[in-house]
């Protein structure tokens, strides 16, 4: 097929949609085919001795640029056997620098596309910040990584002479720059025209066709044509209509479009080839996207996505109305005057609770009820033979949970201390863990209770305007053109009537999220408060612990002498 064939189909397809949902079509993009001849094969000590480009659109030839450049070095022997450049054909030739300004011009604007670009594009980089200019802006194709991909197993290797010589192209390479330019523009044409078949209509496409897997699924990338650009919810959508995988984006058409640009988790092969659609939901709002993704997600269970497969179905349950009060695992919460803590993995959940009987002498049998005597009573670290004191311990830790977190926190600071003073570094280690997964837990919980417990919020942020009730966003509004913020709030009111009490979160999920978006955007204002709300009065508290990642005994030994306890978390009434 004639490559001005290709370019015409291309365009066909493009005008049937909308070009700037698309980005730039193949057909008018501007190609400059670069080749160099050089000293040797190190940008940093060799030099450049010949430049050949050729600037193509729609396969038709738009200029040359062609020159022998002095290197300021001799040619080494094995160099001239190579191209035939000689000292003698570049006695007249101009320095670099010269040729520079002219080069630059004929480059600006336009796509670099070289064979093995890696060399030539480090080559004339090296040569621009010797001359003071900055590197190149340019986007760049690699024919040499795009026929690995399109011609896997059709040939014995990818060089320029073998391409050529394998997609019958009319000129040959000669290791001379112009010449080598010239064969690599015929090589690109051949390429482009395979990848046409791949649905590879843009530039964009293009350029992430290398990283890309063709194994039947890029095809699918037409899929994603129609989907629009800007915030929302985006839907792979299966054979029988059902939701394989949902998601949230900034951008939806880009975002589902590099799904396709090599992803290299296995999961996301799987969902490429069930998915027969893709659907688009915009919103006006990234928190209005990510709330209508948790709601999608836990309504439509889409088997792609992990949170709705997720294994964190356990509970720390603190059991405190009770003959036996007693802090354990749960694998659901009832309603039976417990507190309950979750949902985590089981794995997390156990560490919380050892974490809980490291802070407070509780209960570490399975069954108080029949305690009759222990090795932690021993040591002082079980209150079971105690019913009074155990209970004080058990509501001393349900109080930490809900509202003062420093009651477990500070026995944690305090025995990690005391651990690594008496060098036990390992057990000090656990124990900081530990308290850092705890800490963390405790702020997550305390910010998003503060968001259930709450009566009625309206936040102003980036010219929308959100009515949060009982942890729940119940509805949103622009405020641009609404006059003053009463004007907004009874708008919102009337828009999203009902009681307080019914329109709350279905869970915990929905009221984080809020929280979040809550904490990372620094220009939300709050217009309206109906009953009372609290979040951390810091934008993020210094933690007591070190950093669980940094899991290093040693870090605790180096600086047992400079543990300090940071600020208890402020907590403030709005």
Not at 497 to 505: E, H, I, L, M
Request: hydrophobic share 45%; charged share 25%.
């Amino acid at each position: 097929m004639d490559i001005e064939h290709v370019f015409d189909r291309v365009l066909r397809v493009l005008l049937q949609q909308s070009l700037d949902d698309l980005g730039i079509p193949l057909a008018d993009v501007t190609f400059v085919v670069l080749d160099l001849e050089t000293t040797g094969s190190s940008a940093s000590s060799c030099a450049i001795t010949e430049v050949g480009a050729v600037k193509v659109r729609r396969g038709e030839l738009l200029g040359t640029f062609q020159t022998l450049v002095d290197p300021g070095e001799p040619v080494p022997a094995f160099v001239r056997l190579l191209t035939g450049i000689s000292d003698e054909m570049l006695i007249e030739a101009p320095p670099i620098e010269t040729v520079l300004p002219s080069l630059l011009e004929f480059l600006r604007d336009a796509v670099i596309v070289a064979h093995n670009a890696r060399f030539d594009v480090g080559f004339l980089n090296a040569a621009l910040l010797r001359a003071g200019y900055e590197p190149l802006a340019n986007r760049v194709v690699d024919t040499a990584h795009l026929a690995r991909k399109v011609l896997a197993g059709e040939v014995r290797n990818h060089k320029l002479s073998t391409l050529v010589a394998h997609l019958r192209c009319p000129h040959t390479p000669t290791h001379r720059a112009y010449a080598d330019a010239i064969a690599t523009t015929d090589v690109l044409h051949h390429l482009i025209e395979r990848v046409a078949g791949f649905g590879v209509v843009t530039l964009e496409d293009l350029l992430a066709i290398s990283r890309s897997r063709l194994d039947g699924t890029f095809a699918k990338v037409v899929l994603a044509e129609k989907l629009p650009r800007g915030i929302g919810v985006y839907r792979f959508v299966g054979a029988r209509a059902n939701t394989l995988y949902v998601g949230k984006a900034t951008d939806i058409r880009s975002r589902v479009r590099s799904y396709f640009y090599g992803d290299p988790r296995r999961k996301i092969r799987d969902l490429l080839k069930e998915t027969q659609s893709i659907a688009a939901e915009p919103h006006a709002s990234m928190l209005e996207a990510e709330v209508a993704e948790a709601q999608a997600i836990a309504t439509e269970l889409p088997p792609y996505n992990r949170v709705g497969k997720s294994r964190a179905g356990w509970y720390v349950r603190v059991v405190v109305r009770s003959k036996t009060p007693k802090v354990a695992m749960a694998r659901r919460p009832v309603d039976d005057g417990s507190l309950y803590l979750g949902p985590y993995t089981s794995r997390t959940v156990k560490i919380l609770v050892d974490a809980f009987r490291d802070a407070l002498p509780v209960h570490r049998c399975t069954r108080p009820e029949r305690c009759r005597g222990c090795a932690f009573g021993d040591m002082g670290a079980c209150s079971g033979l105690d019913p009074t004191s155990h209970r004080r311990q058990i509501a001393r830790l349900a109080v930490a949970l809900s509202v003062e977190p420093d009651l477990v926190l500070d026995p944690l600071l305090d025995r990690m201390v005391g651990l690594a003073m008496q060098e036990r570094y390992e057990e000090a280690a656990e124990v900081r863990d530990r308290g850092a997964l705890l800490e963390r837990t405790l702020l997550r919980r305390l910010e998003t209770q503060s968001l259930l417990d709450a009566g009625e919020l309206v936040v102003a942020s980036g010219g929308r305007a959100f009515l949060l009730r009982a942890g729940a966003l119940a509805g949103a509004t622009d405020t641009a053109g609404r006059g003053d913020s009463d004007v907004v709030v009874a708008l919102l009111g009337q828009n999203v009537p009902g009681d307080v009490s019914k329109t709350g979160a279905r869970d915990d999920r929905e009221a984080a999220i809020i929280n979040a978006w809550l904490k990372r955007t620094s220009e939300a204002r709050v217009l309206h408060v109906r009953g009372a709300w609290a979040q951390p009065s810091g934008a993020r508290p210094r933690l007591r612990f070190l950093p669980a990642q940094t899991d290093e005994a040693t870090s605790i030994k180096r600086s047992k002498d400079r543990v300090a306890r940071p600020e208890s978390i402020a907590w403030a009434a709005v």
